[in-house]
């Protein structure tokens, strides 16, 4: 079993529709949890950094973790087509940075 | 601000060749670093990691190796390239949590 699991999709959906990305891991020990996008070609971009449970929002883009669940999500509002892209959860535990495989998102303008 | 650098972009080796990616950082002493492979429409696989000078964790036993002769100097590097090598290598520092990435290097075995 992987640490962290995430559904690879793709998935594809119309320009302003709100996405939710997701990501379940399995060890209690991490303490960090980011996204990250990831455009053809090119190294991720961290988008998400969050260290408790609870919501953390920025701009159209909201990070939530549930430790209890061991669950985080990513939500995307009024989705642009600039927002296609591959999408990767991580998670940080003693001095290791782990990674979720990542979710191929397509916005149809 | 901090920045990472990572040299070349891209990389075409014959098999049997040997392999030497460098990454450095600036702006931060100390940092966590990374090496990680990303294989076709895959996720990241960490490959090395690092936590000082002359200390070198390896995830996946490989025909790889790494070093950190210097606090912001990461080095990957192979004695003899296999086509199994090929990918997208990226190399990463962090502070520790959040993870900055560089542009990678895309390699090619042939």
């Known amino acids: 079993q992987k640490e962290v699991e995430q559904d690879p999709g793709p998935l594809s959906v119309p320009e302003g529709a709100i996405v939710s990305l997701n990501c379940t891991y399995s060890n209690s020990a991490f303490q960090y949890f980011m996204w990250y996008r990831q455009y053809s070609r090119k190294g991720p971009e961290l988008l998400m950094y969050t260290y408790s449970s609870g919501n953390k929002e920025d701009g159209r883009f909201t990070a939530q973790v549930d430790k209890s669940s061991k669950y985080i999500s990513l939500f995307i509002r009024d989705s642009q087509p600039s927002d296609s892209a591959t999408y990767l959860c991580a998670m940080f535990r003693a001095q290791k940075l782990v990674f979720g495989q990542g979710t191929r998102l397509t916005i149809n303008p | 601000s901090q920045t990472i650098h990572q040299w070349p972009a891209t990389l075409v080796q014959p098999v049997g060749s040997p392999l030497s990616l460098e990454c450095t950082v600036e702006g931060t002493s100390n940092p966590n670093l990374y090496w990680y492979r990303q294989a076709a429409g895959r996720g990241l696989q960490l490959l090395f990691y690092?936590?000082?000078?002359?200390?070198i964790s390896s995830e996946v036993p490989q025909n790889l190796s790494a070093s950190r002769p210097q606090d912001r100097q990461f080095i990957l590097s192979s004695k003899k390239l296999l086509l199994s090598d090929s990918g997208f290598y990226l190399c990463a520092w962090s502070d520790p949590g959040e993870g900055f990435f560089g542009q990678g290097t895309r390699l090619t075995v042939v």
């Open positions: 690092s936590v000082g000078i002359g200390q």
